[in-house]
Nanobody
Framework: QVQLVESGGGLVQVGGSLRLSCAAS????????MGWFRQTTGKERELVAR???????DYASSVKDRFTISRDNAKNTVYLQMNSLKPEDTAVYYC???????????????WGQGTQVTVSS
C-alpha cells in the first residue's frame, strides 16, 4: 500500500515559479532515492532530478540551475522547486522512489499519479 502523492502543479506564465511536493507513505522513506520525472505526450518519461538517501543531488542538463530538489525525511516528503519556467517545461511531473541510486528509470519501484505543469508562452 505504498503511496506517492504529488501536488503543486498548475498553470504558470513563462518565467514564473512552482513548487511541487510529493508525500510518501507506507515505505521507509529515508532509505530511498527520490526522483522527479516528467513526460509529454508522445515523449519518453525523463528523469528531471533525483536526491539520494545521503542527499546527493543530480539534475538533467535542461533544468540545472533552475530547479532544486530537496527532501524532508521527517515529513516523508520530497520537493521540486521550479524557477524561470519555460514552455518546454510543460509536462506531467511524476514522483518516484528507488531503493538504489536511481540513475536510470528502471531502478524506480514506486510512482505517483502525476501532476500537470503547464507553462504558457
Amino acid at each position: 500500500q505504498v503511496q506517492l502523492v504529488e501536488s503543486g502543479g498548475g498553470l504558470v506564465q513563462v518565467g514564473g515559479s512552482l513548487r511541487l511536493s510529493c508525500a510518501a507513505s507506507k515505505l521507509t522513506f529515508s532509505s530511498y532515492t527520490m526522483g522527479w520525472f516528467r513526460q509529454t505526450t508522445g515523449k519518453e518519461r525523463e528523469l528531471v532530478a533525483r536526491i539520494t538517501r545521503t542527499a546527493v543531488t543530480d539534475y538533467a542538463s535542461s533544468v540545472k540551475d533552475r530547479f532544486t530538489i530537496s527532501r524532508d525525511n521527517a515529513k516523508n516528503t520530497v520537493y521540486l522547486q521550479m524557477n524561470s519556467l519555460k514552455p518546454e517545461d510543460t509536462a506531467v511531473y511524476y514522483c518516484a522512489a528507488s531503493p538504489t541510486l536511481g540513475i536510470a528509470r528502471y531502478e524506480y519501484s514506486y510512482w505517483g499519479q502525476g501532476t500537470q505543469v503547464t507553462v504558457s508562452s
